[in-house]
Each structure stands twice: as structure tokens, then as C-alpha cells.
Nanobody, 126 residues
Framework: QLQLVESGGGLVQPGGSLRLSCAAS????????VAWFRQAPGKEREGVSC????????NYADSVKGRFTISRDNTKNTVYLQMNSLKPEDTDVYYC???????????????????WGQGTQVTVSS
């Protein structure tokens, strides 16, 4: 069974940090590009960051550049999203997705990702 599981979400004060993890089972995550998306109720899923299968290519939404860092440890079959200087507008459900068809690329288009986790809630509030 091909599965992604996100963890690491929670409640944090503005200016705080969280690290999200996306762990894969049933397949080798290093054979996939992986992206983090976020989604608020009633809104479309928005790309946050992506990383190619080798880790050599990364991309970030303008709203998180300089604050978030994506990385991967293929020995642990896991991708991380380090989120610093969090703002209330970062509050959302965060999802990781795997693109098994274009592992060398890093493109934050929702339709490219064919494996998804269940999401983890991030709430930034004082």
C-alpha cells in the first residue's frame, strides 16, 4: 500500500517554528518529487514548496521564501518542511504530495501529484 503520512503540525505563537515531516511507506520516496501544499476551508490547495527526488532542485512560494526550508532524507524515506517566523496567515492544513512520474522536476501543480497524505493542521495564533 502506497502511503504518505504527515506529522509535526500543532499550535504555535506568531514568530515561532514548526517542522513538518512527510514519511512514505510502500514505495521509495527518493523516486519522487515531493511538494508541500496547504489548504484552508473553502479554498483551493496552494503550493508551498517542492523538492526533486535527488534534492537538487527546490522551489518556494513567494509568501514563504526566506522562512521555510524543504529538505529530504532518502535514507529515512522522509521529506521535511522547516517553518520559521510563522505568521497567522500560515494557518492551514498542510499536505504532502508525491509526483512519481516526474522525479527530477519540482513543480507545484496540484494535478501532478498522485499520492497524498491525510494532512496536518498548523495553527499560528497568540
Amino acid at each position: 500500500q502506497l502511503q504518505l503520512v504527515e506529522s509535526g503540525g500543532g499550535l504555535v505563537q506568531p514568530g515561532g517554528s514548526l517542522r513538518l515531516s512527510c514519511a512514505a511507506s510502500g514505495f521509495t520516496l527518493g523516486d519522487s518529487a515531493v511538494a508541500w501544499f496547504r489548504q484552508a476551508p473553502g479554498k483551493e490547495r496552494e503550493g508551498v514548496s517542492c523538492i526533486s527526488g535527488s534534492g537538487g532542485s527546490t522551489n518556494y512560494a513567494d509568501s514563504v521564501k526566506g522562512r521555510f526550508t524543504i529538505s529530504r532524507d532518502n535514507t529515512k524515506n522522509t521529506v521535511y518542511l522547516q517553518m520559521n517566523s510563522l505568521k497567522p496567515e500560515d494557518t492551514d492544513v498542510y499536505y504532502c504530495g508525491a509526483d512519481l512520474r516526474r522525479p527530477a522536476m519540482c513543480i507545484m501543480i496540484t494535478a501532478f501529484y498522485n499520492r497524498w497524505g491525510q494532512g496536518t493542521q498548523v495553527t499560528v495564533s497568540s
